[in-house]
């Protein structure tokens, strides 16, 4: 039973490194509606990004849902090694427990979070090229992005920004 428990462990946990981060700029439509979206049109909530990569123009942007393009999804492109300091790394083995007082011992490592704070980074300068100089609200949702709503704020300090959970990052 145990050797089961930690085959299906494993398996769960290579089709995670497959997974992508995205992330969504255009007009919101919160979470669950996003998910309504995926499964009404067929479009998995993971993948591989490949059709993305061959479909996106030269900044990531997919107009979206095909055949009825009524917002903007732009892609942030990350590395295995980003993926896995960034994603697997800080967020899920070190704020994930934090945030969420699971019974599991947050793991702390300088090279996710160095990791994390580039990426967080990079989605930052990505939600500013997308708002340029237009006046903008923003909702960042979750702990994979907490330093979002600060780093957006010290560039755009008009930008009205709100998190969930509320980020003491």
């Not at 509606?33 to 479009?43: F, K, L, P, W, Y």
């Not at 070190?94 to 793991?107: G, Q, S």
Request: charged share 30%.
């Amino acid at each position: 039973r145990d050797a089961a428990a930690r085959a299906d462990r494993e398996d769960r946990g290579a089709a995670a490194r497959r997974r992508h981060v995205r992330f969504d700029v255009g007009r919101d439509r919160g979470a669950c509606a996003s998910r309504s979206i995926s499964q009404v049109h067929g479009e998995p909530d993971w993948s591989d990004g490949s059709a993305d990569r061959e479909t996106s123009d030269e900044s990531g942007r997919i107009k979206v849902p095909p055949g009825e393009e009524s917002y903007t999804l732009r892609r942030v492109w990350l590395s295995r090694e980003e993926e896995e300091g960034y994603y697997y790394g800080a967020a899920n083995s070190a704020i994930w427990p934090l945030c969420h007082i699971a019974y599991a011992r947050p793991e702390f490592n300088e090279s996710d979070w160095e990791t994390y704070s580039r990426v967080n980074r990079r989605f930052a300068e990505t939600v500013l090229d997308e708002i340029g100089s237009k006046p903008a609200v923003g909702f960042i949702q979750d702990y994979h992005f907490a330093l979002l709503p600060r780093m957006i704020r010290d560039a755009l300090p008009d930008a009205s920004t709100a998190a969930k959970p509320s980020p003491v990052l």
